[in-house]
């Protein structure tokens, strides 16, 4: 009896132990839980914050977050089964964007034809929004693509693209500079910035397949 009692004794503490650590483990989910609500919160909130920034997309619509998607919704609440390809483009670079705010790393933005389905307008806005959450890009354009960066009504998209540091022209080695003919021969690469923006200034002629 005395043995069982001193084991008792001894269990005691243990089970203590480990009441608190369970005690302590539904705290830890509660917080967490919290906050990553709170932080869905903001994310939410930045991303229709810079999304009404961008014109041609903002202020008629705005993006909520589902349980498992996002979604846009229009002015009278309804939430949308789709949207232009300019807006849905929108809506992820600025979801993205507010992500970045949130750490206390800087990410790199890297996207491929960046503004395919954005008229001049809706660039503007891409690049006086978004740009500046990022101190390092990188973007895969076509001449058609830097085109339309460049012809904004207010010259911000041009402003933003003659900012940038670093420029790279991939061509085919029979192309003529200025007019992206003909498109043969084997790949090569150009830097600079005269490179860049004196390449097929008028676009690239449509390819027949």
């Not at 498992?68 to 949207?83: K, L, T």
């Not at 990410?107 to 954005?118: F, N, R, Y």
């Not at 830097?146 to 192309?175: N, T, Y």
């Not at 084997?186 to 910035?193: C, D, P, S």
Request: proline share 4%.
């Amino acid at each position: 009896q005395r043995a069982l009692q001193k084991k008792l004794a001894e269990l005691t503490p243990l089970k203590r132990l480990s009441e608190g650590s369970d005690v302590t483990k539904e705290v830890f989910n509660d917080a967490l839980k919290e906050t990553m609500a709170a932080l869905r919160a903001k994310v939410e909130q930045d991303t229709n914050d810079l999304l009404a920034q961008i014109a041609s997309t903002g202020g008629t619509i705005s993006v909520r977050f589902l349980e498992n998607r996002i979604s846009f919704v229009q002015q009278s609440g309804r939430v949308q089964d789709n949207a232009n390809q300019g807006a849905i483009l929108s809506g992820a670079y600025c979801f993205v964007s507010a992500l970045a705010s949130l750490g206390s790393m800087e990410p790199v933005l890297v996207a491929d034809s960046p503004v395919t389905g954005m008229d001049s307008f809706t660039t503007e806005g891409w690049v006086s929004a978004i740009w500046p959450f990022f101190k390092q890009a990188v973007f895969i354009m076509t001449p058609g693509e830097r085109g339309i960066i460049l012809s904004g009504p207010q010259g911000i998209g041009r402003a933003g693209l003659e900012a940038l540091d670093h420029f790279v022209v991939v061509k085919r080695s029979d192309e003529d500079m200025t007019t992206g003919v003909p498109q043969t021969g084997i790949m090569e690469v150009h830097t600079g910035r005269e490179a860049f923006f004196n390449y097929a200034p008028a676009g690239l002629p449509e390819v027949k397949r």
